[in-house]
């Protein structure tokens, strides 16, 4: 007991001194029933793992690395462990869910109940505690098991095709499958003092209240023909539907916030989820709205709308009253009408018609959320159109003319998914020298430009994601104050970086404890005649990390080279270094003291700095996104 208060005092700390640019991440590690999972082919299945971040406040990051089939053993034999514990912070928690698989027969996965079993329990416990992190045990989800089926542990991995006929007959009582499996996870719980979850009870008592007819609702009985994936239907007692993890998701926090009270305060309870990536209830705003009971009186209807673009036309009709729409950062909802355009019979769509979002219901609340219309300089083209009474809202954008769009909303181009790749492309900001106006957002993980260029002024290109590594190979980039900024880690390789006019050329907001920043390999810094007082960096967060190693540095370049942003507090924070820079900015006599000059830069090994957990080495392997391109 006295472990688990100690630890709950050093997560409370951790929490107490949150500030928005700061993140505890979950990490999850378990089977299929906690996994995420395809969306290929309309795939309903869903781990209550992949669904769990829509019941957190952005303040806590789940990280699910729970995979279909692995048991406590096959989860550390095939290296999945290593790559968790390898990223767990201090402040960081591991929750722990296995047992289905842990029963299997076969070699590569089976163990036993208070022995193998507890022994892979206490190592994933151990292991997490010796990083600072902070584990919590859970057993496993019931089974939907009505019948004495003896098979049923088998029938994980083989799933019945319902097209072949035939109906299991069902009886009354739900019928443990797990034995003492269940045990060791309390067992190892209670013997090192960890919270635990009693998933199993929850689940049963959900399941066996709802009955063996209703309960099917939570799980993959799948009719023939309804679904791509699965098209000739399915029979499924284990793994979980899109409701049955939305709704065990829900019981489970409540759960998990007793256990860990520390948690409490960042769990959040809403009635629909929307998100571009399975973790909600819908994918579309539109659908969340269809679900909204017609003139609901007992109270309101409240829908989180995850991190993402949504280009959707959407209404909200009188009959949906009360509804809350409450949006993560980065929730942007967006079409490109407008009156001019053309609708389906040929008629002009008029200013009304060519709105995003309408908004006929009385009581309406939206809050950080943003309305675009996206059409541009073509006439009358409406973002968000409201006509209900008592419309509230709350830290809300809307984008189309005259209202101001933030720096994050002035991009020509937002890239949140993983795995991009750009070639001989030019994203433009044009709007000239007016402040932030942003060509390029860029958040998703291992993002590769090749040959591209990068036009605009202020703060052009935007490497947003903080877990997002970028690379850039011989690509051009021009602008005049903080024209390259944000939290990513990013390599610049050959690039030619150009300075419009004085400014700084780099603000980075790398977070503490990043092994790296902005790192600059060859590439040659320009600026037009007018650029004569140039900084290479100035720290938009106090850890920013900026390295320039064999770069040709122009005569714009101060020689001072480094900027403190007036806080001499971050001159003790800061890690800004050079490496054998040659040109006429590269002098070092009168370099600002915080600045470093390298004399070894094997740690700055091209593929060792975006290798991260994965590997990733764009270098080596580039011509590997391009092997089914016909050119």
């Not at 967006?334 to 609708?343: E, G, L, Q």
């Amino acid at each position: 007991m006295k472990i688990k208060m100690l630890m709950a005092f050093v997560a409370l700390l951790l929490f107490s001194a949150f500030t928005a640019d700061h993140t505890i991440t979950i990490f999850m590690i378990g089977d299929s029933t906690m996994a995420n999972k395809s969306l290929e082919g309309g795939n309903q299945e869903r781990g209550w793992g992949h669904v769990l971040g829509g019941y957190f406040s952005e303040n806590i990051r789940v990280e699910n690395h729970a995979r279909n089939g692995r048991s406590s053993k096959s989860f550390i034999d095939e290296g999945l462990w290593e790559v968790v514990i390898n990223k767990v912070k201090p402040g960081d928690y591991v929750f722990i869910q296995f047992g289905h698989n842990d029963e299997k027969v076969d070699e590569k996965r089976h163990t036993d109940p208070g022995s193998t079993f507890d022994a892979n329990l206490r190592r994933f416990v151990k292991e997490t505690r010796a990083k600072g992190g902070i584990p919590v045990l859970f057993n496993a989800i019931v089974r939907r098991n009505f019948r004495n089926n003896k098979n049923a542990v088998a029938e994980d991995d083989v799933r019945k095709d319902l097209s072949k006929g035939g109906v299991s007959q069902d009886g009354e009582v739900l019928i443990d499958t797990h034995g003492k499996y269940l045990d060791s996870p309390r067992n190892v719980a209670k013997e090192l003092d960890v919270p635990f979850v009693d998933m199993n009870k929850i689940t049963h008592d959900l399941v066996q209240r709802m009955g063996p007819e209703a309960s099917k609702k939570l799980f993959m009985w799948i009719p023939e023909g309804v679904c791509a994936a699965c098209p000739k239907g399915r029979e499924d007692n284990t793994h979980l539907n899109v409701y049955g993890a939305r709704t065990i998701a829900g019981l489970t926090v409540d759960a998990i916030a007793k256990e860990v009270p520390v948690l409490g305060p960042f769990i959040r309870h809403y009635d629909f989820v929307v998100a571009k990536d399975g973790s909600g209830d819908f994918f579309t705003i539109q659908e969340a709205i269809h679900a909204v009971p017609d003139f609901r009186k007992a109270g309101r209807t409240t829908i989180l709308v995850r991190k993402g673009v949504y280009k959707e036309k959407v209404v909200i009709p009188e009959s949906k009253i009360s509804i809350s729409l409450i949006g993560e950062d980065g929730a942007i909802l967006t079409n490109d009408d407008f009156a001019s355009k053309k609708n389906c019979f040929g008629e002009e769509m008029s200013t009304s018609g060519s709105s995003t979002c309408y908004i006929y219901a009385p009581d309406f609340y939206a809050e950080n959320i943003t309305f675009e219309n996206s059409a541009g300089r073509v006439g009358q083209a409406v973002a968000c159109f409201v006509s209900g009474d008592r419309a509230y809202f709350k830290n809300c954008r809307f984008y189309c003319f005259g209202e101001e769009m933030s720096t994050s909303g002035s991009s020509t181009c937002y890239i949140y998914a993983p795995d991009f790749y750009a070639e001989n492309i030019t994203f433009e900001n044009s709007a000239g020298r007016v402040g932030q106006a942003v060509a390029c957002f860029v958040s998703g993980d291992r993002a590769y430009f090749k040959n591209c260029r990068f036009l605009g002024n202020q703060d052009t290109l935007y490497t947003y994601g903080k877990d997002s590594r970028q690379f850039y190979d011989h690509c051009y980039i021009e602008g005049t104050v903080d024209f390259i900024f944000g939290w990513s880690t990013a390599l610049f390789k050959d690039c030619t970086i150009h300075s419009l006019g004085d400014g700084y050329v780099t603000a980075p907001s790398t977070d503490q404890g990043k092994k790296y920043g902005y790192v600059f390999i060859g590439c040659k810094l320009t600026g037009v005649v007018e650029a004569q007082k140039v900084y290479l960096s100035r720290p938009w967060r106090p850890y920013a990390q900026a390295v320039f190693i064999h770069c040709d540095l122009g005569k714009h370049i101060l020689p001072v080279g480094w900027n403190n942003w007036g806080k001499k507090e971050n001159e003790e924070t800061v890690f800004y270094a050079e490496y054998q820079n040659t040109g006429e900015g590269a002098a070092t006599a009168s370099r600002a003291s915080f600045g470093k000059q390298l004399n070894d830069i094997s740690n700055y090994n091209e593929a060792q700095i975006l290798a991260g957990d994965d590997g990733w080495n764009p270098v080596e392997n580039g011509n590997v996104l391009l092997q089914n391109l016909k050119r």
